[in-house]
DNA sequence: ATTAGGTTGAAAGG
DNA sequence: CCTTTCAACCTAAT
């Protein structure tokens, strides 16, 4: 965790004078409760607004599965695209404009060139705590230290500042959502003063300045095929968004997400204002506050963790868990991330990716995800579990282990309940990575790396933290609960309208067998013109029996690492409080790193 | 060592 | 639409 950039209180930001400042936009996309903007426009008496299109996230990747670059795909980029025309307009507006600048390759040097060039004395721009752009950024505020440049970097797109948080709790990040709660507090109220002017923007010198580009001007080719979603980006739809969410003040009170629809495409069972946030066109602190006002109209509202301000909370919870914890986005290294031997790749990844797994429902979520960008946050949930830990295995019998009937559990209350007083054998750790070497569900990094790419709220602290709480990778635990790629829709949508929209030649399928459309006689699949393995794809795992199976590695895969036999860090003194009993049983091969540490 | 608690499972029963 | 059962996880707090 590096230190923060020093925070800077309205009343010197005020007083400081410099000549020239330049308000550099990255997230953020906004002119309400901008603290940077606003702390530009009060110290100087020429302000440029800046955006630098960044080579490294939007330069075409045709190799790509979709179009799009390597990081994003076209409905993203599209959703930046009019996020940046809007803000250009409310900066127009106020009689500025956005300065849209394109970076050969680097950002910050794009960045540090037009803070020489310019003659910027101050520099602002919103503190961001991505690892990537941590990285970007220490560039140019080396470079602005280097040039003596006063740097400006408040926290605004957070509710909290995730260092602070991760002070006030004693150094570490709260691992829990209760926790984070309690360390947390009220979050700051946003900056929310008038104004009816910028300072003008300063000579621009040899700069060219062009507008915001089109996305066809991009050179991701032809996109006439390209679904435009439903969403379109920038502050001022935020705005009006929000506002038609919270117009329904009952419904504002009586949010509870779990209770959510993830079959409702027509009118989400969700705010939808993620991609919003994610871009920083809304402020999570105004949008917050705003909810509190409806909050106080009404008798009675619901609480965090399920209440509508409960998911803000949600967010910078995932915030400040990232920004603490070194490795958040992968396993290997990853001291909070459970250590599974996933399987990198395979035939099963391209089907979810897809969506030709033969599930109608798993198929219509990666659909949506495809052509929309976005899809219910239970929707999410239902494609990480099949694709991690519920579906996605080959069926490979010959299990080394099972021949073997070793138990492996040191769990006492199994021992005292079922095997009182049989033998406990250990599954000793290298029979646990032959096993699981012919395993075939799939590392949740993957399926983070199609989320993150496709999806247009993308957001790397959240995204891969509900990846590692979906895989059972962290924070939550209970494998045993899988969702079922037929029932879970089945509850909230019978007649399976969210697979006909999203599955056009699933539209004739009867109700009786639109989940399962392999077990509709041929007659019927006659009927509906849609006949399974020729029209749509046979099923490519059985759920019964592939949930049951990963059921069963997960339990291995956890056992491996109460044992401490973790195999990236190979530090047990962290993963190991559980008791067992080892006494005369089989040893443990000689190439397991660590033995069982005994308690008691 | 024990216990309580955990945003979002499925199936069965009322 | 509610609750209970199923079989049972882990973590944090005590």
Redesign the pocket.
């Known amino acids: 965790v590096g230190d923060p950039p020093p925070l800077m209180d309205a009343a010197t930001a005020a007083t400081a004078t410099a000549a020239a400042a330049l308000v550099w936009f990255r997230k953020g996309l906004r002119v309400h409760d901008n603290p940077a903007l606003d702390a530009a426009r009060r110290s100087a008496a020429r302000v440029y607004p800046v955006f630098v299109l960044d080579p490294r996230y939007l330069r075409p990747d045709p190799a790509a599965p979709s179009p799009g670059s390597a990081r994003a795909g076209v409905a993203r980029v599209r959703f930046l695209l009019e996020s940046l025309r809007d803000l250009d307009a409310r900066l127009r507006r106020l009689g500025s404009r956005l300065l849209v600048l394109r970076a050969r390759d680097d950002v910050s040097d794009a960045v540090c060139a037009a803070l020489k060039d310019w003659n910027i004395g101050k520099l602002c721009f919103e503190s961001d705590t991505e690892p990537y752009a941590l990285a970007r950024d220490k560039r140019v505020t080396d470079f602005a230290a280097a040039s003596g440049i006063e740097v400006f970097s408040p926290v605004s797109h957070t509710l909290f500042d995730p260092a602070e948080i991760i002070e006030k709790n004693g150094g570490r990040p709260p691992?829990?959502?209760?926790?984070f709660v309690a360390t947390a507090g009220e979050p700051p109220k946003p900056v929310m003063e008038k104004y009816s002017e910028l300072p003008p923007i300063g000579d621009t010198g040899g700069y060219e300045l062009l507008p915001v580009p089109k996305l066809e001007e991009l050179g991701y080719g032809d996109l006439s095929q390209e679904y435009i979603p439903p969403f379109r980006g920038g502050e001022t739809e935020a705005l009006k968004r929000m506002r038609e969410s919270l117009q329904d003040k009952e419904w504002v009170a009586k949010f509870?997400?779990?209770k959510?629809d993830p079959s409702a495409f027509l009118k989400p069972a969700t705010t939808v204002l993620s991609p919003y946030l994610k871009f920083g066109c809304l402020s999570a602190r105004y949008f917050y506050h705003c909810i509190q006002d409806v909050y106080r109209s009404t008798k009675t509202h619901t609480k965090p963790?399920?209440s509508l301000a409960?998911?803000l909370l949600?967010r910078d919870f995932f915030y400040t868990v990232s920004f603490g914890t070194p490795n958040f986005h992968q396993m290997e290294g990853n001291k909070i991330c459970k250590q599974i031997p996933w399987r990198e790749n395979g035939e099963l990844f391209v089907a979810w990716r897809d969506g030709r797994t033969g599930y109608p429902w798993i198929d219509a979520i990666m659909i949506q995800l495809r052509k929309w960008g976005w899809m219910h946050?239970?929707a999410r949930?239902s494609v990480a579990c099949f694709l991690t830990r519920g579906d996605l295995r080959a069926g490979r019998k010959s299990l080394h282990a099972r021949k073997k009937r070793v138990y492996f559990?040191s769990?006492?209350?199994?021992s005292k309940k079922k095997k009182p007083n049989s033998k406990i054998k250990l599954f000793c750790f290298t029979s646990i990575c032959q096993l699981v070497s012919d395993m075939k569900y799939i590392h949740w990094e993957q399926g983070r790396d199609v989320f993150e790419r496709l999806l247009i709220d993308s957001d790397w602290a959240i995204n891969n933290g509900n990846w590692l709480?979906l895989s059972c990778s962290s924070f939550?635990?209970?494998?045993?609960?899988?969702?079922?790629p037929i029932?879970?829709g089945k509850?909230y949508d019978p007649n399976g309208d969210y697979i006909r929209h999203f599955i056009p030649v699933l539209k004739d399928m009867p109700k009786e067998y639109i989940y399962e459309p392999w077990t509709a006689p041929l007659s019927v699949q006659e009927k509906a013109r849609c006949i399974v393995g020729k029209d749509y794809p046979k099923p490519v795992v059985d759920h019964e029996a592939a949930s049951k199976e990963c059921r069963k590695r997960m339990?291995e895969a956890?056992a491996s690492n109460?044992l401490g036999g973790n195999p990236v860090k190979g530090n047990s003194s962290n993963s190991s409080?559980r008791?067992f009993s080892d006494g005369g049983q089989d040893v443990p091969d000689s190439s397991m790193s660590k033995q069982p540490r005994k308690?008691?």
Do not use: A, M, N
């Open positions: 691992l829990t959502y209760q926790s509870e997400k779990p959510g963790p399920v409960g998911q949600w946050h239970l949930h559990t769990d006492s209350t199994f709480w939550f635990y209970q494998y045993h609960r899988i969702y079922s029932s879970f509850k339990e956890y109460r409080r008791k308690r008691s």
